[in-house]
């Protein structure tokens, strides 16, 4: 398992892909948070925080993290090396978490610089230090559980099909519905009791209030469950493949 997560890593670092990523990451934060005029504006809000980051975090995730899982197993499908990887004295679960780790250690590698903005934000309050250091490092759990989150959803989606654009099409879209769709749904207020019900199932009721600082077990609960759900889900596609 433990050469084929460090092959992962080589092979996103090695391309173009990995880079992207970072990159897009790291300089539409860097742009909304401290240069353009707008809501998440550290300097324009006025507010010893960074909730600006967690906010754009979540949307960025939405189209970045399924353009890293897309070629987990679309990829090796495509060039014919998924029958090759299965052979191997490794079992599915561990590819699968090796696939899983890989593209989990490249988001935490995409967040290492935004501890930056924790010394910045540190040091530009009214009262140097006026920062609620317990929450911020709260919200970064949620933004790694959300992470999480998509990453097991983006495999489960690529290991369906052998097309890169496909599944990353269908992860971006399965990743907005779970986290929009259930919210949507609460707004119309047509459900009466069993409407908050509905919106708890929701990725965005959970997210919202880790990225606040509050770490609820319930959360914690939601999103481990979820995140085994999809990665059970892929290897029984893979188990399936032996039929």
């Given at each position: 398992?433990?050469?084929?997560?460090?092959?992962?890593?080589?092979?996103?670092?090695?391309?173009?892909?990995?880079?992207?990523?970072?990159?897009?990451?790291?300089?539409?934060?860097?742009?909304?948070?401290?240069?353009?005029?707008?809501?998440?504006?550290?300097?324009?809000?006025?507010?010893?925080?960074?909730?600006?980051?967690?906010?754009?975090?979540?949307?960025?995730?939405?189209?970045?993290v399924?353009?890293?899982?897309?070629?987990?197993?679309?990829?090796?499908?495509?060039?014919?090396?998924?029958?090759?990887?299965l052979?191997?004295?490794?079992?599915?679960?561990?590819i699968?978490?090796?696939?899983?780790?890989?593209?989990?250690?490249?988001?935490?590698?995409?967040?290492?610089?935004?501890?930056?903005?924790?010394?910045s934000?540190?040091?530009?309050?009214?009262?140097?230090?006026?920062?609620?250091?317990?929450?911020?490092?709260?919200?970064?759990?949620?933004?790694?559980?959300?992470?999480?989150?998509?990453?097991?959803?983006?495999?489960?989606?690529?290991?369906?099909?052998?097309?890169?654009?496909?599944?990353?099409?269908?992860?971006?879209?399965?990743?907005?519905?779970?986290?929009?769709?259930?919210?949507?749904?609460?707004?119309?207020?047509?459900?009466?009791?069993?409407?908050?019900?509905?919106?708890?199932?929701?990725?965005?009721?959970?997210?919202?209030?880790?990225?606040?600082?509050?770490?609820?077990?319930?959360?914690?609960?939601?999103?481990?469950?979820?995140?085994?759900?999809?990665?059970?889900?892929?290897?029984?596609?893979?188990?399936?493949r032996?039929?």
């Amino acid at each position: 398992m433990l050469s084929l997560y460090v092959k992962e890593i080589k092979a996103y670092l090695s391309s173009i892909l990995g880079y992207v990523f970072i990159g897009v990451f790291l300089i539409v934060t860097g742009l909304f948070l401290w240069v353009f005029p707008n809501i998440n504006n550290v300097l324009y809000s006025g507010l010893a925080d960074l909730q600006g980051l967690f906010n754009l975090s979540r949307f960025l995730f939405l189209f970045l993290v399924p353009a890293i899982t897309m070629r987990s197993f679309a990829e090796e499908k495509r060039q014919g090396t998924m029958e090759l990887l299965l052979t191997k004295p490794i079992s599915d679960t561990q590819i699968i978490l090796a696939k899983f780790l890989s593209c989990l250690t490249l988001l935490a590698i995409a967040l290492l610089p935004t501890l930056i903005y924790i010394i910045s934000v540190y040091n530009l309050g009214a009262t140097p230090g006026n920062i609620d250091m317990g929450s911020t490092w709260g919200s970064y759990l949620g933004l790694l559980l959300l992470g999480s989150a998509f990453i097991s959803i983006g495999i489960f989606v690529s290991s369906l099909t052998n097309n890169q654009i496909v599944a990353f099409i269908l992860s971006a879209a399965l990743c907005f519905i779970l986290y929009f769709g259930f919210e949507f749904i609460y707004s119309f207020d047509a459900l009466g009791s069993f409407g908050y019900f509905v919106k708890t199932i929701g990725i965005d009721h959970h997210y919202t209030a880790i990225s606040k600082g509050v770490v609820d077990s319930r959360d914690l609960i939601y999103f481990l469950s979820l995140i085994f759900v999809f990665l059970f889900s892929t290897r029984i596609v893979l188990i399936s493949r032996k039929w």
